[in-house]
Nanobody, 125 residues
Framework: QRLLVESGGGLVQPGGSLRLSCAAS????????MGWFRQAPGKDREFVAR???????DYLDSEKGRFTLSRDNAKDLVYLQMNSLKPEDTAVYYC???????????????????WGQGTQVTVSS
């Protein structure tokens, strides 16, 4: 019904950049709030960024100025541009979605109903 597929992960050196993509299908993309979460080894899944159906973004303070979240409704895609990457950014990154009819989600993973399979991001020298 609602399928999310992440791509763009890989290995990058500290200070480098990476752009993640999330392709959505099975629904009206413009009707969903989209989020990115990450999960490092031995850690719980944590909030990274969120963009509402109408383009309002939310970032953690540690990511503000480094990460940029955008969406292309015509292509059913959401992007996470990550610059100035740090080793602590290393994690599996997950794309998530929730219908706008449920309201703007918080940063809680439980607020999102649909999830991708994840893409690995490794920041190491």
């Amino acid at each position: 019904q609602r399928l999310l597929v992440e791509s763009g992960g890989g290995l990058v050196q500290p200070g480098g950049s990476l752009r993640l993509s999330c392709a959505a299908s099975g629904g009206t993309f413009s009707s969903y709030h989209m989020g990115w979460f990450r999960q490092a080894p031995g850690k719980d899944r944590e909030f990274v960024a969120r963009i509402t159906n109408n383009g309002i973004t939310d970032y953690l303070d540690s990511e503000k100025g480094r990460f940029t979240l955008s969406r292309d409704n015509a292509k059913d895609l959401v992007y996470l541009q990550m610059n100035s990457l740090k080793p602590e950014d290393t994690a599996v990154y997950y794309c998530a979605a929730v219908s706008r009819f449920r309201g703007v989600p918080s940063r809680d993973v439980a607020q999102f109903d649909y999830w991708g399979q994840g893409t690995q991001v490794t920041v190491s020298s």
